[in-house]
């Protein structure tokens, strides 16, 4: 979140908040500027294609060999004792994650919208953070509830037996919407692009979706294929969202073979001081 210098000189506090987001959200829409933009779609591209070509073989692996006796596992829906698992799958909830989300961009903007100087500068610098994290969240969820609709696919014994290929396309129905799981795309979504800012929480974010995805297991919500699938989606489209903002120069860096990395906590500032609101 930032907005350009000598925006928001006005003494009104409501001039100066607006100001702020409609700049923030204008620099998400410039046109790209990096001049190693190429060379970051280029990788992210041959990534894409590699992650999702593996990933999808497994999932057609799973779904035609292991999802039926995988759920055949699981307790039945509603077993009392899993009370912790149905209170941990919660905490990879999409509308939660994207509501806190939500929220906290709202709080820093207004709270930055009372700053100046060097206070907002490090305020506005944590808020382009918490951009890249929702829209890194949000948009591969968009995606996924396309697939859901489209595909349509009933969750683990719908129909009252353990079938994985029970499939009512365009339904558009809570119990023919398995595949994928939004559990997991916000899970590994949220996994990557925290990791992608702050490299040290990488081994805890990955653990926090690990257990998602089990939850969602567990729980009977989902076949195995699902999870993978939303796992596959969250990635993709999270390292699509940081190429978005990489190639405005917003929050990364490309290098020269085209790898996207996080600023420094100094580079990061520059960029929100030469954007900064009042």
Not at 63 to 73: K, N, P, T
Not at 117 to 128: A, E, H, K, P
Not at 130 to 154: C, D, H, S, T, Y
Request: glycine share 10%; charged share 15%.
């Amino acid at each position: 979140m930032s907005a350009r210098a000598g925006v928001g000189e006005s003494s009104n506090y409501p001039v100066r908040f607006f100001a702020l987001v409609l700049t923030s959200l204008a620099q998400l829409v410039r046109p790209p500027s990096h001049t190693r933009r190429a060379e970051a779609a280029r990788r992210l591209a041959r990534h894409a294609l590699l992650i999702t070509a593996v990933v999808g073989v497994l999932v057609v692996v799973l779904m035609v060999e292991f999802d039926a006796w995988e759920i055949g596992l699981m307790p039945p829906r509603g077993t009392a004792s899993l009370w912790p698992v149905r209170i941990l799958t919660e905490f990879g909830k999409d509308a939660y994650v994207v509501c806190i989300l939500a929220l906290m961009l709202l709080a820093v903007g207004l709270a930055a919208a009372a700053l100046r100087g060097t206070s907002q500068t490090r305020l506005l610098s944590f808020g382009l953070r918490l951009q890249f994290l929702f829209f890194a969240v949000l948009m591969p969820l968009l995606g996924g509830e396309l697939i859901k609709w489209i595909v349509g696919r009933g969750r683990p014994f719908v129909g009252g037996k353990a079938n994985p290929f029970n499939f009512v396309h365009f339904a558009g129905t809570e119990v023919y919407a398995s595949f994928p799981s939004a559990h997991a795309i916000t899970g590994f979504a949220l996994a990557f692009a925290v990791s992608a800012v702050w490299p040290w929480m990488r081994g805890a974010m990955i653990a926090y979706a690990l257990l998602i995805a089990f939850s969602r297991l567990v729980l009977l919500a989902h076949h195995p294929s699902d999870v993978v699938a939303g796992a596959l989606i969250g990635v993709v489209g999270a390292m699509g969202v940081r190429y978005w903002f990489a190639a405005r120069g917003l929050g990364f860096a490309i290098g020269r073979d085209g790898a996207i990395s996080a600023l420094g906590p100094g580079r990061l500032k520059r960029v929100a001081h030469g954007a900064s609101a009042p």
